[in-house]
C-alpha cells in the first residue's frame, strides 16, 4: 500500500523524530509545506527519550539544558517563547566537579565564579574576564553566523564580519593551548577544559573557536526545564502538531525508492502490534534522513546511490559512546547536586582510551544527573532519581551486561566514598544502556552516543553534507552533519536544512 499526496502542495517526509528531525519539519511547516514524519521508535525525542518505572520518571539522554538563547530564537521563528511550551529553572550551583582531593562547587552568580578562581589561582580572575570577553566575541559569531550557514561552500564563509574576525576566532589554535595561555591550576584547566567535551573530541584536537562553550557554561548558565529533558521534546511535538506535521511512531524506514536520480517514496514498516510487519510506503517530493546519517546512506540507499563510501565512514572521527545507568532509590540523599562531574581519576588516561587507543576505561571519568534534587516529580515522594554516565569510546565490542556491572561497582563505590552516601541497598529502580543498545535503538554508527567528534577536519564543509551528492531531493539533518554534536547544535541542523530546502524547491 503506497501513501500519496495530491500534488497541489509540496510534500516532505522526514525519517527521525529527534530534535533535528523535529526542528526541520516544523519549519518546512512552517513555510506551507506538507509533511509526515516516520518513527521507528513509538514516541518522538531519539536520543532525548524518556524512561518510566516504579514512579522514577528518567530523561534516557541528554541532561544539560546550556545555550537558552537557541531555544529563544527557535520558538520566536514560529512566534513562540519557551514560556508557552515548558518552565525553565536557572540552577545554583551550576553543577559540582569531584577531584581526588578537592570538591568545587561552580557559582551561578559570575562575581562568585571569579572569587572562586582567584582562590584557586591568584591573578586568575582578572584573565577570566579577558578569557571570556573573547569567548563572547566567538559565541556572537559562531552562534549568529557560523552554525546556521549550511556548509556546502566555502564561498558562505566570504562575510565580511567573519573574515575581519578570522584570527579572533582562533580556528586554528588548540582549546588545550588557549586555556594555558590563562591559566596553570590544574583545577580550573579541568573546569575549563571539560565543555568542549560535550563537542566530542579532547581539548587538544577541538578548535579554540569553541571556548565559546565556556561562555554558555559561564556566562549564559546551566537551566533545567521543570519535567525534565523531555518537556523540550513535547514542546517541539506540540508546535509541530499545531503546524499540521503529521506523525507515524512504529513507522520503520526501510528503504528508499530512486526514480531518475531522485527520491520517489520512502518504503516503511509498521511493528505496533496493530499492523505487525505492515509494509507500505509513502511518496514525497523532498525527503530528509534525521535519523542516523550512516544508516540512512547504507541502509536505505543501493551502493550507487551513496555519497560516502565505507573507507570515508572508518575515517571519520566519531564523538563518545556511554555507559549509562538509570538508577531510583527509595530515599532521599543529603549532599549532592543536580549535575555532578567526577574527575577524581586520571583525566589523560580515560581520553586516551576513547579517543586514542580505543578501549573500555580502566578508570573512567563519570558524571552524574539528580534531577529529583530539583523536580520532585521525577522520583517517588522519599526517592531519588540518579543518572550515571561514563563515556567510552565508540564501536566497542563485548558490551556485555557482566561489563555493564563491573563499571557499575566501580563508579558506586566512588559515588559513595565521594558524596559521604551508601545508596546500593537502596536502589529499587535499575537500568543500564550502552553501545549495543545505540545501534539497536537509533541505528547509531558504533553505537555512537553523540555523533562525530567537531575536530578541525570535520567542521562546516568537512562534515557529511547536509545534501545527497547523487540523489537530488534527498537531504540530511542531525548530529552527523553540520553544525555538529549536542541539543541546540541539532535542534539547529533541522532549521538550516529546512531553509535550504525551501530555497531549492
Not at 451 to 471: F, H, R
Request: proline share 5%; glycine share 8%; charged share 25%.
Amino acid at each position: 500500500m503506497a501513501i500519496s499526496y495530491f500534488r497541489d502542495v509540496k510534500k516532505a517526509v522526514v525519517i527521525g523524530s529527534g530534535f533535528a528531525g523535529l526542528s526541520a519539519a516544523s519549519c518546512l511547516a512552517k513555510q506551507g509545506w506538507e509533511v509526515m514524519v516516520v518513527e521507528k521508535n513509538a514516541e518522538p525525542g531519539g536520543r532525548a527519550r524518556r524512561l518510566v518505572g516504579e514512579g522514577f520518571v528518567f530523561d534516557m539522554g541528554p541532561s544539560w539544558y546550556w545555550m537558552p538563547d537557541v531555544f529563544e530564537k527557535y520558538f520566536s521563528f514560529f512566534g513562540k517563547k519557551v514560556s508557552d511550551y515548558y518552565t525553565l529553572t536557572r540552577l545554583s550551583p551550576s553543577y559540582r566537579v569531584y577531584f581526588d582531593d578537592a570538591t568545587i562547587d561552580m557559582p551561578a552568580d559570575y562575581d562568585a565564579v571569579k572569587l572562586l578562581f582567584e582562590s584557586l589561582e591568584k591573578g586568575s580572575a582578572a584573565k577570566l574576564d579577558k578569557f571570556l570577553k573573547e569567548a563572547e566575541y566567538k559565541y556572537k559569531a559562531g552562534m549568529q553566523k557560523l552554525v546556521y550557514l549550511p556548509g556546502r561552500s566555502i564561498k558562505e564563509f566570504a562575510d565580511m564580519d567573519l573574515a575581519k574576525g578570522v584570527f579572533k576566532l582562533e580556528l586554528f589554535t588548540s582549546m588545550k593551548k588557549h586555556v594555558a595561555k590563562y591559566f596553570k591550576n590544574p583545577r580550573l584547566v579541568q573546569i575549563m577544559e571539560f565543555p568542549v567535551l560535550f563537542l566530542g573530541a579532547l581539548p587538544q584536537n577541538i578548535p579554540a573557536l569553541y571556548s565559546l562553550m565556556n561562555y554558555a557554561d559561564i556566562k549564559l548558565g546551566t537551566w533545567y526545564p521543570q519535567g525534565g529533558m523531555y518537556e523540550v521534546v513535547k514542546g517541539m511535538y506540540r508546535l509541530a502538531t499545531e503546524l499540521g506535521v503529521q506523525f507515524h511512531f512504529n513507522c520503520e524506514a526501510k528503504g528508499l525508492e530512486i526514480n531518475n536520480g531522485r527520491a520517489s517514496r520512502v518504503l516503511v514498516q509498521w511493528g505496533d502490534g496493530r499492523q505487525q510487519n505492515h509494509e507500505s510506503s509513502i511518496d514525497a517530493d523532498v525527503f530528509i534522513g534525521a535519523a542516523d546519517y550512516h544508516f540512512i546512506e547504507n541502509n536505505l540507499l543501493a551502493k550507487n546511490y551513496r555519497s560516502y563510501s565505507n573507507k570515508y565512514w572508518s575515517k571519520r572521527v566519531m564523538a563518545p559512546s556511554c555507559i549509562i545507568y538509570y538508577i531510583g532509590l527509595n530515599k532521599k540523599l543529603k549532599n549532592i547536586l543536580h549535575h555532578s562531574l567526577f574527575f577524581d581519576v586520571n583525566f589523560d588516561a580515560h581520553g586516551k582510551a576513547i579517543f586514542e587507543q580505543p578501549a573500555w576505561p580502566a578508570e573512567p571519568l563519570f558524571y552524574v544527573s539528580a534531577t529529583s534534587v530539583t523536580d520532585g516529580s521525577s522520583a517517588p515522594p522519599g526517592g531519588e532519581n540518579l543518572f550515571f554516565l561514563i563515556p567510552v569510546a565508540a564501536g566497542l565490542q563485548a558490551d556485555t551486561e557482566e561489563l555493564r556491572e563491573k563499571y557499575f561497582e566501580k563508579i558506586m563505590t566512588r559515588f559513595e566514598n565521594k558524596t559521604g552516601e551508601n545508596i546500593r541497598k537502596n536502589i529499587i529502580f535499575k537500568k543500564s544502556y550502552s553501545v549495543s543498545d545505540f545501534e539497536k535503538d537509533y541505528h547509531a554508527y558504533k553505537g555512537n552516543a553523540y555523533g562525530l567528534a567537531n575536530t578541525l577536519l570535520q567542521t562546516a564543509i568537512l562534515k557529511p553534507g547536509i545534501k545527497s551528492k547523487k540523489v537530488g531531493n534527498l537531504f540530511y539533518a542531525g548530529q552527523l552533519t553540520v553544525p555538529g554534536p549536542g541539543v541546540p547544535p541539532s535542534l539547529i541542523s533541522g532549521q538550516v536544512v529546512a531553509t535550504e530546502i525551501v530555497k531549492e524547491f
